[in-house]
């Protein structure tokens, strides 16, 4: 299940089981986006990305969704295993010469 | 072969002390960020250069001063450190000004001040 409030929101999901991390981003004139995973005591890395011009992109065991009309990104994962435990984030380019913002965080709990 | 280095991954530190941490990225990037992430796991970006030039400042405190000797070089020193400065620094790096490619992230400076 999912939960939200002060904590950071936690998503739990049985091994072997597929997850979905929802991301809403903020600037409709954002034409980029990234997933990013962050594991335990590590800098976040780079999982997949996607344009704007696309709906969606998979890569292995992930795919990720792009719903420009409700500025919705999606990220999942199949076949969820333990080693997907982790922190993963959402980014977007808002455009010109700005870094990446990042949302804010969703923690994946993978129960073996 | 890490390709975003930061160093030290721990610092602990007194309140008004002076402290520094450094980044290299052996990428060939010609840009370079500091992001900042709280407790919270909260990521925002502070700074971000492009070939040594400063190109955003997030309204960091002026306690914050980047250096970028050269573009493989993004170092952060801060001035009279604050409990609230305790965080987790993340260097990162890309290719062009606007990354309209992934950047790439260092291991983490987790900064504590008592």
């Known amino acids: 299940g999912e939960s939200v409030g002060l904590h950071l929101p936690t998503l739990s999901v049985q091994e072997g089981d597929n997850s979905i991390i929802n991301c809403a981003y903020s600037?409709?004139?954002?034409?980029?986006f990234i997933w990013y995973k962050q594991e335990s005591g590590k800098g976040p890395q780079f999982i997949i990305d996607?344009?704007?011009?696309?709906d969606k992109r998979q890569g292995q065991r992930v795919t990720v969704l792009l719903n420009k009309t409700v500025k919705h990104l999606s990220l999942q994962i199949a076949a969820t295993q333990p080693g997907d435990s982790a922190v993963y984030f959402c980014a977007e380019n808002k455009g010109g010469n700005t870094p990446l913002v990042f949302g804010k965080g969703t923690r994946l709990s993978v129960i073996a | 072969d890490t390709a975003v280095s930061q160093t030290p991954k721990y610092l602990v530190t007194q309140m008004g002390n002076d402290k520094s941490i450094k980044c290299e990225q052996n990428?060939?990037?010609?840009?370079m960020y500091w992001y900042k992430q709280d407790s919270k796991k909260f990521l925002k970006i502070m700074f971000s250069?492009?070939?040594?030039?400063?190109?955003i400042n997030e309204t960091v405190p002026n306690r914050f001063s980047p250096k970028s000797p050269d573009k493989a070089h993004l170092n952060l020193h801060i001035n009279s450190l604050e409990l609230g400065d305790s965080a987790v620094y993340f260097c990162?790096?890309?290719?062009?000004?606007?990354?309209?490619?992934?950047?790439?992230f260092g291991q983490g400076t987790r900064l504590t001040v008592v």
């Open positions: 250069y492009n070939n040594k030039e400063l190109i």
């Open positions: 990428l060939g990037h010609d840009t």
């Open positions: 600037n409709s004139a954002s034409d980029y």
């Open positions: 990162a790096s890309s290719q062009g000004l606007r990354p309209n490619t992934e950047a790439f």
């Open positions: 996607i344009r704007s011009n696309m």
